[in-house]
């Protein structure tokens, strides 16, 4: 192995209460792909900050190219080659594609303060064919699916003269095919000579495209993982400071009620056509495809986030008209959206305020005036039943993990005890014990008799918790498959086969 191009010495970093890092080393050489790994609240994002310049250590040292740097700014780490792409999207909704790429690099006109839009055109389109990313540089970037903002984060990062890139949960919203394309370019930076530091809890992506895996727990390094040589057991015990056991829970061929819900030709902008599908009571069906296959999309039509062009739902045998979110709640539907920080949760207020805030008209008394009484009892059986890790019900819900921000999510939606719960990638970003946790809540309340619909970018989830499983491409339906003999070939070829597996799903409807 080259010399280290990047070296981390002794890195400590405390927030007020917490020991964020505590003297950590890491080191990466050129053309070196390095996991970096570890429960929500390792460290892992921290000591990438304080690379980056958006934290500055409390003690210790970084060696870049052997010689000191300090790095007081983002662009200072940029201009010496340090790109990195957050897991938090960093991207202006309001701009177009071409404007957020360009975004304090545009490019001008030779000796001129004009800027200059073809070249900045080309430079797009090459990076965007580069990626096999199919976008309108002129599209406003809000009205992308996060998906799609994750791959414009990616280009991002590529347009910059890069000799170290950080990824931070690059693949949280991506499909297999993405990620295969995202692992491509990857390796093909590899070859070039540049350094790839890679942050995941889906740890067979970080087997499958490591040199080495580097594992933090508490802020501490916890030890060093060959990939050729180690298990995925051996990772989890070193994150996780003991055995986790089966990553995910795999329900056991349930035995589903009547029907409770049922869509009939579905269709709405921008291009969902005639979706019909029916859920049983205490079933989850799983909702797979590629990025763009209207699954989010569907959902919104469904819950009235967006306006239906065609279609009838009906729950418990009668059509309803749903024509808002607030409509769907009173109708007994809960949606837990893929962007919790974003659509779920106001980070500034606290773990009370969010998880009671759907269910207001159930805990206001007389005057519509809170009962804080009713409303305490709510949320501490929900932080107990869920394990929540707060140190109080009126602790900053944003100062919380990933993994604790979800429960939260998922019990604010139960406290409104829907019959019909769609959850859009409720594992998205979150680490792999708070993930088990999670998947052992779904399978629960199946068993208890809600109706899931879970949408799920990664197949393994899928595949553990569904009793059936959608499958979408390009706002279509192409088939309904049955849990029995299912699998992840099975899933794909569907995706990629022809409409003729469509009366699976009429029939079964």
Request: aromatic share 4%; charged share 25%.
């Amino acid at each position: 192995m080259n010399m280290p191009i990047l070296e981390m010495h002794d890195i400590s970093k405390s927030f007020p209460g917490v020991q964020a890092l505590n003297k950590v080393n890491f080191s990466i050489s050129r053309g070196e792909v390095v996991g970096l790994l570890g429960e929500n609240g390792a460290g892992k994002s921290t000591l990438v900050k304080v690379l980056t310049g958006v934290y500055q250590p409390d003690g210790g040292t970084i060696l870049w190219e052997g010689k000191n740097v300090h790095f007081p700014s983002i662009r200072e780490a940029q201009e010496r080659g340090i790109s990195i792409i957050f897991q938090e999207l960093n991207n202006c909704p309001n701009l177009n594609a071409l404007e957020n790429l360009f975004l304090g690099r545009e490019l001008f006109k030779k000796g001129t303060a004009i800027l200059d839009f073809s070249q900045m055109k080309k430079k797009a389109l090459e990076i965007f064919e580069y990626l096999d990313l199919s976008v309108d540089i002129n599209v406003q970037v809000g009205t992308l699916s996060t998906a799609m903002q994750q791959m414009l984060e990616i280009a991002k990062a590529l347009l910059t003269n890069v000799r170290l890139l950080v990824m931070d949960e690059p693949t949280s919203s991506l499909t297999e095919k993405e990620t295969s394309k995202l692992f491509s370019v990857i390796r093909e930076l590899k070859s070039k000579g540049i350094a790839v530091i890679f942050i995941s809890h889906k740890l067979e992506e970080v087997f499958k495209i490591s040199d080495r895996m580097e594992v933090l727990r508490d802020g501490e390094n916890a030890g060093t993982l060959d990939p050729a040589v180690s298990t995925v057991d051996e990772l989890i015990a070193l994150m996780v400071g003991r055995e986790l056991g089966t990553l995910y829970t795999h329900r056991r061929g349930s035995v589903c009620g009547d029907e409770i819900f049922r869509v009939e030709g579905i269709s709405g902008p921008p291009h969902i056509h005639d979706v019909s599908f029916n859920l049983h009571k205490g079933e989850i069906i799983g909702m797979a495809g590629l990025i763009g296959a209207g699954r989010t999309e569907t959902a919104k039509l469904i819950i009235g986030a967006e306006k239906r062009t065609g279609g009838k739902i009906f729950i418990s045998g009668k059509e309803v008209r749903i024509s808002s979110p607030a409509d769907a709640v009173r109708k007994g539907l809960a949606y837990l959206p893929e962007d919790r920080k974003v659509l779920s949760l106001i980070l500034g207020m606290t773990v009370r305020e969010n998880l009671t805030m759907a269910i207001h008209r159930f805990i206001t008394g007389f005057l519509n005036v809170i009962d804080r009484r009713k409303e305490r009892k709510i949320v501490d059986s929900y932080i107990d039943s869920l394990n929540i890790k707060v140190s109080h019900r009126d602790q900053i819900v944003g100062n919380l993990s990933g993994g604790n921000q979800q429960k939260v999510v998922i019990s604010k939606w139960l406290a409104a005890e829907p019959k019909i719960f769609i959850l859009d990638e409720p594992t998205r970003g979150i680490d792999v014990h708070a993930k088990s946790e999670v998947h052992k809540i779904i399978s629960g309340l199946a068993d208890a008799g809600v109706s899931i619909i879970l949408i799920s970018s990664e197949l393994p989830e899928i595949l553990a918790l569904s009793d059936r499983v959608l499958v979408m491409h390009e706002g279509r339906v192409k088939g309904m498959l049955e849990r029995e003999g299912l699998t992840q070939e099975g899933i794909m070829s569907a995706v990629f086969g022809s409409d003729d597996m469509h009366h699976n799903v009429e029939n079964d409807a």
